[in-house]
């Protein structure tokens, strides 16, 4: 028998790499599609009621039937409302000369009525301290700019208290407004968090003061609205040693104390770098994280069932660190965003499962920077009211209902490899699937961690458990051709003043857009068959209707 030729067992062996099989169980549901993507967040509050502050608003209450929740920085910070690099203000709270308390809520109130206006809910962050409660209040306004120390911006906004009877009242004040002014029933669907990462320097003070300062805020929310949701402690990723001992002894506050908690929050992210001139991805940090929460909750019983969302999960921390300065943040324009986003959710979803954890929501920090340079790098789903590629990917999420089911993959990551390496090696070609009554949907995608051009997928998808004769298939998918805008753009010259004729082409190609026109599908023995051609870091969308 002749021995075959080196470079033909190459080509087999790319061959059988490429031919990557996913198989769909349609009819073995394995828990619930919660809508955990419809989750985000900002530092800027004033950007909220800015001309495409508000587009992008509507455009996120519009991406998903079921509520979609926008969080945000300074609700309660001093100063003019002018917004800047991750600072905000409303000037909710100042003392007259007497020291008594003089409440405003013109600005919290034009946040909250742009949310409300478009069909979002607020996920109320209840922070930072107001310049008058200050333990020290000056300085107090940052002057942070990309690129910036940021020695100098953790300022007398993040310090405790001087007052917490005071800090209490404010509170109460703030949710008996809110219910007067909206409803009780409306700000009962809300979330009330308290603070952001209290174990780093967000909070100028120990576990112990925050514990106390949750203490009074919980209470007084409580008081103003005792059917209203509140919880934290927004603390920084788990998987380190301190930020993970913070969120237990927080837990174990709790619960020796009996304070109200009705959902657990803590933040998740992933950890770029550039390697030999290009982007790596970091995404084992970002599972990492969600998995060691979930163990952290696990610990205590009584907390086990309670919701959590994970009030920030991104590829990194910095929204506001543009790409032009902070090169590991590369990958934030294009398809790459996109895709490992898909995969987080996924991970995010079988770790959940695997920990007999509530998962409620992966909250997305990022929205848009007005009056920036088109395609900076900042980590938005919007540029100057052009939507980036990753915001087509929770207009995806926001199209699938149902129950989740089982999935198989011949090139699939799984979580616990995510976690250990990342996707170093082959790619992870997978898929999240779920079904209802009158459909298949199939998320799949293409994601490396590595920003280099990498061989197509050939993939071969395999719906089991469908029944007729025929199925309808709508095929929508974001790559460098497809629902993305910075290709556009840059085929455009890269325009910094594009005309109204290129804005309207940009607005166009920002839009989740369809491969190919629908077909039907033939179904043979209760499955049908889709091949696809997936290029690195793609994502597809596999809608099949009965």
Not at 281 to 295: C, H, L, R, T
Request: include cysteine; charge should be negative; aromatic fraction near 12%.
């Amino acid at each position: 028998m002749r021995s075959i030729p080196a470079f033909l067992m190459m080509l087999i062996s790319l061959n059988a790499q490429d031919a990557v099989r996913i198989r769909v169980h349609a009819d073995e549901k394995i828990g619930a599609f919660k809508p955990i993507y419809g989750y985000f967040g900002y530092d800027e509050p004033n950007f909220t009621y800015t001309k495409n502050g508000r587009k992008l608003v509507g455009e996120l209450a519009a991406l998903s039937a079921s509520p979609v929740y926008i969080r945000t920085h300074f609700m309660l910070s001093t100063g003019d409302g002018t917004a800047g690099f991750k600072f905000g203000s409303t000037n909710a709270y100042t003392e007259d000369a007497s020291g008594k308390p003089v409440y405003d809520w013109t600005i919290t109130d034009r946040i909250i009525d742009t949310y409300l206006e478009a069909g979002a809910k607020p996920f109320v962050e209840i922070g930072f301290m107001p310049k008058a409660l200050s333990t020290n209040p000056e300085p107090y306004r940052p002057d942070w700019s990309p690129g910036s120390n940021f020695s100098q911006y953790y300022l007398g906004w993040a310090y405790p208290p001087k007052d917490y009877s005071k800090w209490a009242e404010l509170v109460y004040q703030w949710v008996r407004h809110a219910v007067t002014k909206y409803g009780r029933s409306e700000v009962e669907s809300w979330y009330w968090e308290v603070w952001n990462e209290p174990d780093i320097a967000y909070w100028h003070g120990t576990p112990e003061e925050y514990d106390k300062l949750y203490d009074f805020t919980a209470e007084a929310v409580k008081r103003a609205l005792p059917g209203a949701r509140v919880g934290g402690p927004a603390s920084t990723g788990p998987s380190g040693a301190k930020s993970g001992a913070f969120l237990r002894q927080f837990l174990e506050h709790c619960s020796a104390k009996n304070a109200p908690l009705d959902f657990i929050t803590y933040h998740a992210k992933g950890r770029p770098s550039v390697v030999d001139g290009h982007v790596r991805m970091g995404i084992s940090k970002n599972a990492e994280d969600v998995d060691k929460g979930f163990q952290i909750v696990r610990e205590f019983p009584k907390f086990r069932d309670l919701p959590i969302v994970l009030s920030e999960s991104d590829p990194e921390g910095c929204a506001a660190c543009s790409a032009r300065v902070y090169p590991q943040n590369a990958y934030r324009n294009g398809p790459l965003y996109a895709s490992y986003e898909a995969a987080m959710m996924k991970n995010i979803f079988e770790l959940a499962d695997r920990a007999k954890t509530n998962i409620a929501g992966m909250l997305t920090w990022a929205f848009e920077f007005e009056d920036q340079p088109y395609f900076d790098g900042f980590r938005t789903l919007a540029t100057n009211g052009i939507d980036k590629p990753v915001l087509n990917l929770f207009r995806m999420a926001g199209m699938m209902r149902g129950d989740r089911v089982r999935t198989e993959s011949s090139a699939g990551v799984s979580a616990q490899t995510m976690i250990a390496e990342g996707v170093r090696g082959n790619a992870d070609v997978d898929a999240l699937a779920v079904r209802s009554d009158r459909d298949v949907s199939v998320l799949a995608w293409n994601y490396h961690d590595d920003d280099l051009p990498g061989a197509e997928a050939h993939v071969k998808i395999e719906v089991t458990g469908v029944l007729g004769g025929r199925v309808l298939l709508r095929h929508y998918r974001i790559d460098e051709t497809h629902s993305n805008a910075w290709t556009a753009w840059k085929k455009m010259g890269s325009p910094q003043h594009p005309s109204a004729e290129q804005y309207a082409a940009l607005e166009a190609a920002g839009q989740l857009q369809e491969l190919d026109s629908p077909r039907w599908i033939v179904v043979k023995g209760g499955e049908a068959t889709i091949d696809l051609t997936m290029p690195r870091q793609a994502v597809s969308l596999l809608n099949l209707l009965f």
